[in-house]
């Protein structure tokens, strides 16, 4: 089973990147040591929320174009994705986010405020089921010709002898597998609970806040968040994470506090100081994590990790910006 191109990892950032490359009518495929179900896209919570990111004007611009595309695909039912209003809300006053006029943002009234926070933003955003959604992705793939394989490299040198083109969008992996120290594990848990009948979204987004609150309402479920512990790689729950998580959001939401448990999720957001959306040249000498684009002889490789906790809300800017870098490498596709 070859490939012109390869795409190592099968989270959101892998499968979009993977699909927008085939797309394009290349011939793809995805190689993972975890398959889609199994990512930690599938434990996200998630929603369209650009978390503040370097660089700043391409998270702007990534942000800007994914979100039009998450917004546009909230009309198919078979994506996972409901355009949901709600609220994001501060116990200190602060600015309006950046972006804020994307979603239509306005200041809440007072009224509109939960006890104890002093300002906030109403706006309406794409909400996401990531499992449904990933599951969409996998399928859209499959139209597109592309393929997905479970499999894993110890070495990026590994990968470029399986094809000629390769994306690297291993999330936190790529600390080992493309030896760059500089990627973090954020562990994230979060808790799925039966919905009482809460239908608007929440966030504490307190600057400086030591703990996430939030609570996404899908259908039958509300997904409450969350930890964020750096440097922590454990994948199993935390019953005591998780009754902590639900007794924030209960002080939220009242009806959340008799509301029975489905289930538990535990991912590892993958940190970096700057997303890493670039690209080089490899060759059986090459080693390390390289920056810029190199010319020669040599599979080409390129790099799209980083987003911490935004992997969704840049999935679809970065997985362009990265399927028009191939095709200006490469030179268009019979």
Known sequence: MSA?????????????????????????????????????????????????????HLVARWSRETLSVLTGLST???????????????????????WGALVGARRCEPDELREGFVTGWHYSAPLVDMPRYLDYLVRRLARAGGSIRRHHYDTLEEATREAPVVVNCSG??????????????????????????????????????????????????????????????????????????IRRCAAVEPSIAGARVIEQRVGLRPVRERVRLEQERRDSTSTGAGAGMATGAGSLLLHNYGHGGAGLTLSWGCAREIAERVRTAVGPTP
Do not use: K
């Open 76 to 98: 198919d039912a078979d994506a996972g994705i409901r355009l949901v209003e709600g609220t994001q809300e501060s116990r200190v006053p602060c600015e309006l986010p950046v």
């Open 172 to 245: 936190a992996g790529a600390r080992s597998l493309a030896a760059d120290d500089s990627v973090e594990a954020v562990r994230g848990q979060l808790v799925v609970v039966e919905n009482p009948g809460i239908r608007t979204f929440f966030c504490d987004d307190t600057p400086g806040a030591e703990d996430l609150t939030y609570i996404y309402p899908h259908a039958d479920v509300l997904v409450l968040g969350g930890t964020a512990d750096r440097g922590n790689w454990e994948l199993r729950p935390d019953e005591a994470a998780a009754q902590e998580i």
């Open 4 to 56: 012109s191109v390869l795409v190592i990892g099968a989270g959101v950032s892998g499968l979009t990147t993977a699909v927008c490359l085939a797309e394009s009518g290349m011939d793809v495929r995805v190689d993972t040591d975890r398959l889609p179900g199994e990512t930690t896209s599938a434990a996200a919570g998630a929603m369209w929320d650009p978390y503040l990111a370097e660089p700043r």
